[in-house]
């Protein structure tokens, strides 16, 4: 069964370092997405991709966070300079979403999450 | 307010028991509603969709209440495996990509 993959699985860093993170979606999907999921909370999303375009980045702290899909593939979230509070599992699904595809069952949509980054910042 | 809202737990129950998770959205314009169940340190995987009607598979059955903004997961019969959390889901209409928005989660401990 085809699955996300994310690597690292785990990162500590120190605040003020730089971080990357990756993300491989399942094969033929066209959205990816990036969430943040804080202990405690439930995931929010943070950036979302459709094919090589960014479609909502409205939760993304874009002072220290950047996201790219450049070949419409994999995709790289970066944090500079890391702080402590950004400290989560930071979590990337897929899907085979398209804006105005019709006659497709809900389960086509569904969101498959990889196994996330456990991101520490000291 | 927060945007998806569900019961806070955790909530320890002996197996065979029937538990019930309750979640509101304040969004009225809200599409699709799911429940999702992440195990500890785990990804979070689709459990079930979430109909008008009602729905249920197996011992899980999810109700939606549109005219209250109003979610339920009811689990019989519980199982030891079933320990996790449990995250209500909503999907916003008009947007393009589907953006999922998650309540903060019950964790649900079952014991023997």
């Known amino acids: 069964e085809a699955e996300v993959a994310q690597s690292p699985r785990y990162k500590i860093t120190e605040k003020s370092q730089a971080v990357a993170f990756w993300c491989d979606p399942i094969s033929g999907h066209a959205t990816l997405y990036w969430y943040r999921q804080i202990l405690g909370q439930g995931p929010e999303l943070l950036v979302q991709f459709q094919d090589e375009s960014v479609v909502d980045d409205s939760q993304l702290p874009k002072d220290r966070f950047s996201a790219e899909r450049l070949k419409g593939v994999d995709s790289t979230l970066k944090i500079q300079p890391a702080e402590l509070g950004d400290s989560a599992m930071y979590l990337c699904?897929?899907?085979?979403?398209?804006?105005?595809?019709?006659?497709?069952?809900?389960?086509?949509?569904?969101?498959?999450f990889g196994p996330g980054t456990r991101l520490t910042v000291l | 307010r927060k945007e998806v809202e569900q019961d806070p737990g955790p909530f320890n129950v002996p197996e065979g028991a029937t538990v019930a998770f309750n979640c509101t959205y304040s969004n009225s314009a809200s599409q699709s509603f799911f429940w999702y169940r992440q195990d500890c340190r785990k990804e979070p995987k689709l459990l079930m969709s979430?109909?008008?009607s009602g729905n249920e598979d197996g011992r899980f059955t999810a109700q939606l209440n549109r005219a209250s903004q109003y979610i339920s997961l009811l689990i019989r019969d519980s199982k030891l495996s079933d320990s996790a959390t449990y995250l209500c889901v909503v999907k916003w209409s008009g947007n393009q990509g589907g953006k999922l928005i998650f309540g903060q989660g019950t964790e649900l401990s079952v014991k023997p």
């Open positions: 979430v109909y008008s």
């Open positions: 699904a897929s899907s085979h979403f398209r804006p105005g595809a019709s006659g497709v069952q809900s389960s086509y949509n569904e969101q498959f």
